[in-house]
């Protein structure tokens, strides 16, 4: 049987560092336009990093063996928090230390990977305090949350948010229930502060399967959404074209080698166009990603310490 949700180490949800104080409305600046990497044809490949434990710089450490592109196209950051402010009543942004402090070293933790043509992108968690993005009590308390969001990618220079729907306990603090409206209304406005940005679905939790209210459907307005079982082929559950979908999902060093074989063959087979990854830590994994890169891209994978 699959391994059901995330073997996630959750001192991301759990840290002692307190609330973030935001600049909200800062501008970052990103630095060096991007270097073009070497052309690669095949899926896009996701690395979900755990930074309490692992650097971000990991991902830019495996080339393919054959032209020496990217293995990795898009890094994400695992991960922030939704919290809940018992003063204020409503839904906070939160970083552990370690999130804060990839962020607050962006030139050396992020930058070196969008130089070489890898996106990165903040994930967003439940963090057990009844905050979530099913259950914001009205369309300005989620557009306020999507502001905090907006301001976030861009006093850091990121290149978007990514949306994972766990472990927010619906109901703590007096919290409400999920709600029809409130991850539309979330996505509407986001969508709308960040044009050209990514948005993905870890397509899981009650948020995954709101995507619809009042006549407004914010499939569409994703880029991405990937399937949350690792070790396992599921196709989310949203309507966006098989280029922008992931049913595989692999925890490097876990999956096994086979499988993870089995699963990037299936993704070109069956012609889906994302590949994702979760975990990848600061051990030299080659044997591990040449396994699916030898599916997708017809080549080993090269690591560099």
Do not use: C
């Amino acid at each position: 049987m699959f391994t059901p949700v995330r073997s996630r180490i959750r001192t991301a949800a759990l840290a002692l560092s307190a609330i973030t104080a935001l600049t909200l409305g800062a501008t970052a600046t990103t630095g060096a336009a991007a270097a073009p990497a070497p052309a690669k044809q095949g899926p896009t490949s996701v690395a979900y990093v755990e930074v309490n434990n692992n650097s971000m710089l990991n991902v830019g450490k495996y080339t393919l063996a054959n032209g020496g592109g990217n293995v990795f196209d898009v890094a994400v950051i695992f991960a922030a928090n939704i919290n809940y402010d018992t003063g204020t009543k409503a839904a906070t942004l939160y970083f552990n230390e370690n999130v804060q402090r990839v962020l607050d070293n962006a030139a050396t933790q992020i930058r070196p990977l969008q130089q070489k043509g890898i996106k990165v992108v903040l994930s967003v968690l439940g963090n057990h305090q009844g905050a979530g993005f099913a259950n914001f009590p009205s369309q300005q308390a989620a557009s306020t949350f999507a502001k905090r969001l907006s301001d976030t990618v861009a006093k850091y220079g990121l290149d978007g948010i990514d949306f994972d729907d766990e472990y927010a306990e619906y109901g703590n603090n007096g919290t409400g229930q999920p709600n029809a409206s409130s991850f539309v209304y979330l996505v509407s406005a986001l969508r709308a502060n960040m044009a050209g940005k990514i948005i993905s679905l870890y397509n899981i939790g009650p948020a995954a399967s709101r995507l619809s209210y009042g006549g407004v459907d914010v499939s569409s307005k994703f880029d991405y959404a990937w399937n949350p079982y690792y070790g396992s082929w599921q196709v989310p559950g949203i309507a966006l074209p098989k280029s922008k979908l992931s049913p595989a999902a692999v925890e490097i060093g876990r999956t096994s080698q086979s499988t993870v074989a089995s699963l990037a063959r299936r993704t070109v087979s069956e012609g889906y166009g994302v590949y994702l990854t979760y975990n990848l830590d600061g051990a030299d994994r080659s044997a591990d990603v040449s396994a699916f890169t030898r599916e997708l891209y017809g080549s080993d994978a090269h690591y560099t310490p």
